[in-house]
């Protein structure tokens, strides 16, 4: 059950990552808060799920808050989304994309995960539920 938990949790931080690293380069990382965009359900489930608050370590270890940008609906949070990485900045760090809206007209607003992959590989792709 705690491996299922920690998996848990680094599936909400991943693709929070994986959101921000595509997203243009953002005013909000100078000012030490981190802006994440998502349903209220996201914001939950990142800092008082089970598994307890994923987004700690994070915050001790650079010093940083984080503020949560929600919607109740899901194609409010794309709407948002899509828009802010259009733009050429944007206040948006981190948001939640569902695999059904990353398709190719989508994913042509965001950037390649190459650099970031090489810096820091993901240790065991092999844990992650890619189909």
Same mark, same amino acid.
């Given at each position: 059950?705690?491996?299922?938990?920690?998996?848990?949790?680094?599936? *909400?931080?991943?693709?929070?990552? /994986?959101?921000?690293?595509? $997203?243009?380069?953002? *005013?909000? =990382?100078?000012?030490?808060?981190?802006?994440?965009?998502?349903?209220?359900?996201?914001?939950?489930? /990142?800092? *008082?799920?089970?598994?307890?608050? *994923?987004?700690?370590?994070?915050?001790?270890?650079?010093?940083?808050?984080?503020?949560?940008?929600?919607?109740?609906?899901?194609?409010?949070?794309?709407?948002? $989304? $899509?828009?802010?990485?259009?733009?050429?900045?944007?206040?948006?760090? =981190?948001?939640?994309?569902?695999?059904?809206?990353? =398709?190719?007209?989508?994913?042509?607003?965001?950037?390649?995960?190459?650099?970031?992959?090489?810096?820091?590989?993901?240790? /065991?792709?092999?844990?992650?539920?890619?189909?």
């Amino acid at each position: 059950m705690m491996s299922q938990l920690l998996r848990r949790r680094f599936y *909400a931080l991943a693709g929070a990552a /994986a959101a921000s690293a595509l $997203l243009p380069e953002s *005013a909000s =990382v100078q000012t030490k808060t981190l802006t994440a965009l998502g349903r209220r359900v996201h914001q939950t489930a /990142a800092t *008082a799920g089970p598994g307890g608050d *994923a987004t700690e370590g994070f915050r001790k270890a650079n010093g940083a808050d984080v503020g949560w940008v929600t919607f109740g609906d899901v194609n409010a949070v794309h709407e948002r $989304l $899509l828009r802010e990485a259009s733009l050429p900045e944007t206040s948006i760090d =981190v948001a939640y994309l569902v695999n059904g809206r990353a =398709v190719p007209r989508n994913l042509q607003l965001f950037g390649p995960f190459d650099g970031l992959m090489k810096q820091e590989p993901v240790e /065991a792709f092999d844990d992650l539920p890619l189909a």
